[in-house]
């Protein structure tokens, strides 16, 4: 069974930093594409940002220069880190193995003006 636990998420002060993780219980994890998408209140769940197998990353501009993500596959683990957090940043943070659609349960993300 596939599992994906999410963590690092609660509240934050704008212009503060959080750090998601996201450990994948899945077989061939290193060659999987993953990614991070976000739903905010009343809104439809987007794309973040994404990590392919070899490393190459891609961020919605919302996003771009303040947001990094990254994986550690020895530890079948993906990260988003997040730094410069806006208000319009809150969200519900999913964890998603792409070619596989498997989704995290989500963790929460808010941040206060």
């Known amino acids: 069974q596939v599992q994906l636990v999410e963590s690092g998420g609660g509240l934050v002060q704008a212009g503060g930093s959080a750090r998601l993780s996201c450990a994948v219980s899945?077989?061939?994890?290193?060659?999987?594409?993953m990614a991070w998408y976000r739903q905010a209140p009343g809104k439809q769940r987007g794309l973040a940002a994404q990590i392919s197998s070899g490393g190459r990353t891609d961020y919605v501009d919302p996003v771009r220069g303040r947001f990094t993500i990254s994986r550690d596959n020895a530890k079948k683990t993906v990260y988003l880190q997040m730094n410069s957090l806006k208000p319009e940043d809150t969200a519900v943070y999913y964890c998603?193995?792409?070619?596989?659609?498997?989704w995290g349960q989500g963790t929460q993300v808010t941040v206060s003006s």
């Open positions: 899945i077989s061939l994890f290193s060659v999987r594409s």
């Open positions: 998603h193995v792409e070619d596989v659609n498997y």
